[in-house]
């Protein structure tokens, strides 16, 4: 199916990117966090990824591979993050479904559904220094420029912008949820790992719809 290729190319794209920040993710979680932030993403990503292609040589849709990807990123990655990312991915997944090509409407309902889901899910709340921080304004700006009639790349694209401000703002915010909480005054200064991270990935996937 011609969607799930799509999906398949923006995924590989992804673990590209995450591949090469690793280290850096892995830096800023380390501030105040754990510091297993890179290597946590780098192995839901490739598990994600190896799963999506299995998943499309049988020929299934986009909806499929991406809740199939979404299982394998939460069991390989381990940690917070990554059951955060498979309940993110398996909503995007349900909203688009198999049948038609996803539109933007799709789209925007999907991320609007991921931000929901991870806020159910991990229960932090806009400020508590976490990828919410990022997701909230992100899946907000995709939802009005899509309502005002944008294309999904420009959509897309004007989202990603938002959510790149969205991470670096974070640099100013105590963290409230997770484990950089016990050292909350030693991330000032820094970005949240979870943040980053998610400002990185949609930034890819702008590119990918161009
Ligand atoms: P862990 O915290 O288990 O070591 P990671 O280092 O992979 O997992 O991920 C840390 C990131 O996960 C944080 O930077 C933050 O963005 C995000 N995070 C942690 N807890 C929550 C939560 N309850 N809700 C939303 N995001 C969270
Ligand atoms: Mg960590
Ligand atoms: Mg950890």
Known sequence: QQSAQRVL???????VV??????????????AGDGDHG?????????????????????AGAGTLLCQAADAWADKAGGTSGALWGVALTAIGTALGDESKPDAQRVAEGVKQAKEGIMHFGKAQPGDKTMVDVLVPFSDSLSAAVARGEALPD??????????AAA???????????R???????SLGTPDAGAVSLALI???VAERLR
């Open 18 to 31: 995450i591949q090469r920040n690793a280290e850096q993710l892995g830096r800023i979680d380390a501030v």
């Open 202 to 204: 949609v930034a890819t």
């Open 168 to 178: 670096q703002a974070t640099a100013q915010l105590l963290p409230k949820m997770g």
């Open 39 to 59: 290597i946590g993403m780098e192995r839901g990503v490739l598990g994600a990824l190896a799963q999506a292609r299995d998943v499309a040589a049988q020929g």
């Open 180 to 186: 950089a909480r016990p050292l909350a005054e030693k």
């Open 9 to 15: 190319a923006i995924l590989d794209a992804i673990a």
């Open 155 to 164: 959509a897309w694209q004007l989202a990603a912008e938002t959510a790149q």
